[in-house]
């Protein structure tokens, strides 16, 4: 893959200077950063004006599933645009019935009503909502090391530092600890131990805080950005059923874990479990344009058959978005991407990886399935202390600053979070692709290296 446009580094700077002048950017200090213009994207890959092309290992933000500019889903938006591009929500539209169709054939069990929203946030903004509406009660409880996005009550629910600076201490989100074997909160040294230590403390939070209180938990089936952290077998089974038992309403948010990131349709498909309302955005159309949605359960469903559900969003079901759902689900059918993201995880990216980790080390950890792995990066292998403070910024996080500085100069975007790097590239990446991502993490992880 080569860029299609010629180096044209004025016009780089040109698009530079347009940005620093006007967009506000998520997440950032504004004068502290200094984005990179980007000219173009296909599959696997971006490029700048500089002519530098990167391979891109962090799928954008964990969602183009497909790769960049899949012909067939572009085609499809466009067709869609000259057609019909926008209809209200409350309209029975062909590309929106469509879209909820196949995504209900494939979310697991009885969620086979799809709400639709923008993205992530709002999907499990609704979620609480629904859980909330038909429970009658009013807390959700979520687990620390995790994200469900940066709207009020969804950075409420979210434990990781980014919720600090607007957490309103908001009424009824209560969190807890769920399994991380490696950085134990229960001090367990084996699977079932953690698991069983996990249950018992949820339990425990449950109990104290008053089970008819208790509206929802609300899980990531895999955690993602905080980690990636595989629950241990039979954990969310026993949230399942701790839920049942206390009637309350089970959240699992696949935003990112959807899609075939796991080499599953879902995630959950791998625990054996069905929750109640499942959230999903980012790879339902690999991105192209914004959707996400909540899947819901038969019984939920219900309790707003006769009674409005009052919750909606303008552009729900937007049908651009929903033809781009519709032509990704199908090309992920027609070119086999899920079973591809499986066997690429089982066979080259996953051992790949491990092999760094033998030879490296700053590599602490390497946990993850389908293509959607992390390294957890760390000073010293025996005390497992990260290689950077939690939370580290400045200088404090000059290891992965170099590490990542180094990804990139070997031709490879990295994901980076904290001490960790993810390896998550597109659910489609080829064989080769995911050779050249690891030399260059083998050679990026060399710098690392120096600082344990
Ligand atoms: N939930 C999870 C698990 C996520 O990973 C994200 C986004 N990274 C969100 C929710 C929020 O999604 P969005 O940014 O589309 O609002």
Redesign the pocket.
């Known amino acids: 893959m080569t860029p299609h446009v010629e180096p044209d580094p004025q016009a780089g700077a040109a698009v530079k200077a347009a940005d620093r002048a006007h967009v506000f950017h998520s997440w950032s200090a504004q004068g502290m950063i200094d984005p990179l213009a980007v000219a173009g994207a296909e599959g696997s890959y971006f490029w700048d004006y500089d002519g530098n092309r990167y391979l891109d290992f962090t799928s954008g933000?964990v969602y183009t599933n497909i790769g960049y500019q899949h012909p067939r889903v572009v085609a499809a938006i466009q067709e869609q645009a000259a057609k019909l591009t926008t209809f209200a929500p409350a309209f029975a539209i062909d590309v929106r019935s469509e879209a909820a169709r196949l995504i209900a054939e494939r979310t697991p069990g009885d969620l086979d009503k799809i709400f639709f929203t923008n993205?992530?946030?709002e999907a499990?903004e609704n979620a609480v909502r629904m859980a909330r509406l038909h429970t009658g009660r009013h807390k959700v409880l979520s687990a620390f090391r995790s994200?469900?996005?940066?709207t009020s009550t969804?950075i409420n629910l979210t434990g990781d530092p980014r919720r600090w600076a607007s957490d309103t201490g908001s009424a009824g989100v209560v969190r807890f600890w769920a399994p991380f074997l490696y950085r134990s909160p229960f001090y367990a040294t084996t699977e079932e131990q953690e698991c069983e230590r996990a249950l018992a403390h949820l339990e425990d939070t449950i109990a104290f805080e008053g089970p008819a209180t208790i509206a929802a938990i609300i899980l990531?089936t895999v955690p993602?950005?905080a980690g990636i952290m595989t629950p241990p077998p039979g954990y969310l089974a026993g949230v399942r059923e701790i839920c049942d038992r206390y009637g309350i309403v089970f959240v699992l948010?696949e935003?990112?874990a959807g899609f075939g990131r796991t080499g599953k349709w879902f995630a959950a498909e791998h625990f054996d479990v069905v929750p109640d309302l499942l959230t999903f955005?980012k790879g339902v159309n690999s991105g192209y344009v914004p959707l996400?949605g909540v899947a819901i359960s038969a019984e939920i469903a219900a309790t707003f058959d006769k009674r409005p559900y009052p919750g909606g969003l303008t552009y729900s079901g937007h049908p651009l978005a929903c033809a781009a759902a519709v032509a990704t689900i199908q090309v992920m059918e027609d070119e086999k991407t899920v079973e591809h993201a499986a066997r690429i995880g089982e066979t080259v990216l996953g051992p790949g990886l491990r092999e760094l980790a033998e030879r490296h080390p700053s590599v602490g950890e390497v946990r993850g399935l389908g293509v959607f792995w992390a390294l957890d990066l760390v000073k010293n292998k025996e005390t497992r202390e990260p290689l950077v403070p939690y939370n580290a910024a400045g200088e404090a996080n000059a290891p992965m600053a170099a590490f990542g500085a180094a990804a990139k100069k070997h031709g490879l975007w990295p994901f980076i979070n904290m001490n960790r790097t993810h390896a998550v590239p597109a659910c489609n990446v080829s064989e080769a692709e995911v050779k050249e991502g690891l030399a260059a993490l083998d050679a990026a992880l060399g710098v690392a290296d120096e600082h344990t």
């Open positions: 933000l993205g992530g946030a499990v994200y469900h996005g940066a969804a990531e993602g950005t948010d935003v990112m955005a996400g």
